[in-house]
């Protein structure tokens, strides 16, 4: 595979970690907005296609096994717009107007899910790619068969036909086995093989009616690597995988959490079988967008036209074996700036490669929340809102707002950017003090969060600042 731009021959992911925050003259994104140049069908190989909006084309990834031409800007369809004040129901108009502004400009690959949205996201995704030519785009979903009820054949049947139904699509270009990995090969098992439910969806790609089949992957390592070995023995063929991936991740998952796999190994093992990857969380749950000053000044002095995002964006989709890079783009300005990133994708070279490297260590000290804003954990039973505390936390931290002196001058700012900051974003009622600790949120976790104990610590820091003492 290559991209359109081929002014860096180096592949960072052929290396061990290298030392150094040095700088190179790494050349930039040419400026400017322009209209759209042409369309494209996802299903043909055009010479050229669309997308002037960086300064040229979206750079595409050909899938070795069925010729597709795939944007390296993937959708993810997790987090849609929703209307205000409507409790979560998703705004179709909007969503549509995001979708059109898409494929205008050079991004096919839409991926979603049964899980997504509370249930919403395919049928509003499917509403929005309906009304464009079905060669122009390619639909991933998956099999997101968690709960046990869903574990009989029956059931998971309907739950790839209801798939079909609201994608309004006879066919499905890649079709995942969601989030395998948690719960490790009995889950496995329960969900996918004791129902005969693999071989139905083998059965469903030699039909036509899949084009793609692969798996997304959290947890353990044990399932990762069994999946691998059966595509070796010719037990089942994978043709793509989904991973998580980005610069934090590439060297430093396990140590985020012991029960992660390091990018490094994901990556490389699906490289040297020829297994296009899929890469999920480039941006870590939007932590590395927003990031202390002192972790992103370097980047702003190599690049200073650049967002900090465009960065972990670049570093996500320059190995050659990367598919697409999903982005779960709610907002049309994380859109339009998405596109003009990979308008071409300009590779990261050695120097910038070793520079984030140095970041991503950096970023270890800071005591972040690993939380991806999936949204698996919810809804919380007790109506908390899980992602909106964790969030803020984490902004709070990367803002340099959770201090803990009160003779520190910062004190009295952090103190109001945290407590006001917290009742803006989440309602009282839907705070961390009305945490229970019944633990269901624990169950959904692709990233092992132990989500209540991280709520208390939470809860303890905003009653601190509320009596007028540190906050950890």
Not at 175 to 191: T, Y
Not at 251 to 271: D, P, S, V
Not at 365 to 373: F, I, T
């Amino acid at each position: 595979m290559s991209n359109n731009n081929s002014k860096y021959k180096y592949d960072p992911r052929r290396r061990t970690i290298l030392k150094g925050l040095a700088v190179g003259g790494a050349a930039t994104l040419a400026g400017g907005v322009s209209a759209v140049i042409t369309s494209c069908s996802a299903k043909k190989e055009p010479e050229s296609s669309a997308a002037a909006v960086g300064g040229g084309e979206m750079t595409y990834r050909v899938n070795p096994s069925t010729g597709d031409r795939v944007s390296i800007l993937g959708y993810g369809c997790m987090r849609w717009p929703s209307l205000p004040d409507s409790d979560g129901v998703l705004d179709q108009e909007t969503v549509n107007g995001l979708v059109d502004y898409a494929l205008a400009h050079g991004v096919n690959y839409f991926d979603t899910s049964p899980a997504y949205c509370r249930g919403q996201s395919e049928q509003v995704t499917g509403n929005a790619l309906a009304r464009h030519p079905r060669d122009s785009y390619f639909i991933a979903t998956k099999l997101s068969n968690f709960a046990p009820q869903t574990w009989p054949r029956e059931k998971s049947i309907e739950m790839y036909n209801n798939s079909l139904k609201y994608l309004q699509t006879d066919y499905i270009d890649y079709m995942l086995l969601h989030a395998i990995g948690n719960g490790g090969m009995d889950n496995f098992n329960k969900r996918y093989m004791d129902n005969g439910i693999l071989d139905f969806l083998i059965g469903e790609r030699e039909a036509g009616r899949i084009r793609n089949l692969g798996f997304s992957y959290h947890g353990d390592i044990e399932v990762f690597d069994t999946m691998l070995k059966w595509h070796d023995e010719g037990r089942v063929r994978w043709d793509f995988v989904q991973i998580q991936m980005n610069y934090v991740d590439w060297l430093h998952a396990k140590e985020i959490n012991a029960l992660n796999t390091n990018g490094e190994y994901l990556y490389t093992e699906l490289e040297k079988r020829g297994i296009p990857a899929v890469i999920m969380e480039p941006l870590l749950g939007g932590r590395l967008s927003s990031m202390p000053e002192n972790l992103t000044s370097v980047m702003k002095a190599a690049r200073p036209d650049d967002s900090i995002a465009s960065w972990a964006f670049r570093y996500a989709g320059t190995p050659k074996g990367i598919l697409t890079v999903l982005s779960g783009m709610t907002y049309m300005n994380h859109l339009r700036e998405n596109v003009a990133t990979y308008s071409p994708l300009v590779p990261i070279s050695e120097t910038e490669d070793a520079m984030l490297q140095k970041v991503a260590t950096m970023m270890l000290s800071y005591p972040l929340v690993q939380c991806n804003d999936c949204k698996y954990c919810m809804p919380c039973p007790h109506g908390l809102d899980i992602p909106g505390i964790l969030l803020h936390y984490n902004k709070m931290v990367n803002q340099g707002d959770i201090v803990t002196s009160k003779n520190d001058p910062n004190y009295a700012r952090a103190r109001r950017e945290f407590l006001v900051g917290m009742d803006r974003k989440v309602p009282k009622l839907r705070q961390a003090a009305r945490c229970t600790d019944c633990k269901e949120c624990n169950k959904h976790c692709p990233q092992q969060i132990n989500i209540p104990a991280e709520l208390m610590r939470i809860d303890a820091c905003a009653e601190a600042l509320r009596r007028g003492e540190v906050s950890l």
